[in-house]
């Protein structure tokens, strides 16, 4: 519990940001930011072991709870990002322009109207 609640909820939120800037932003590189995230998806773990345990050891979290939901929290943010982007894909424009027309931020729309349209997915 003391790893995978925190990773969890970190992740998630982390991936819900990530995929409703790459769906709502309208930018040149959009497309290329999500072919990285998705190259995440396809490096199998075995790969990255040994890169991992030396950016964890020159960080001093090998072996400590921190480092675990770290590594976590990396290797999830491919899959949640992925899967948010597309949900958010499907979502209207126009709720979120009425939102900044309200005055909202960025921060704001996605925290006040976005994510409890996204129960569906949690």
């Known amino acids: 519990m003391k790893i995978t609640v925190p990773a969890v909820v970190i992740s998630t939120l982390a991936g819900a940001l990530n995929g409703y800037a790459l769906a709502q932003w309208k930018w040149r590189h959009a497309n290329l930011i999500m072919l990285l995230v998705m190259v995440g998806l396809f490096i199998p773990y075995q790969a990255m ?22 590594v976590h929290v990396v290797y999830g943010l491919p899959y949640t990002t992925l899967l948010f982007r597309n949900f958010y894909v499907g979502v209207p424009e126009e709720i979120s322009r009425a939102a900044r027309m309200e005055g909202a931020s960025f921060l ?11 129960t569906n997915i949690l």
């Open 108 to 118: 704001r729309t996605f925290r006040s109207v976005i994510l409890p349209l996204s």
């Open 49 to 70: 072991l040994y890169p991992t345990v030396k950016i964890l050891s020159s960080l001093s979290l090998f072996r400590t709870y921190g480092g675990i939901i770290l």
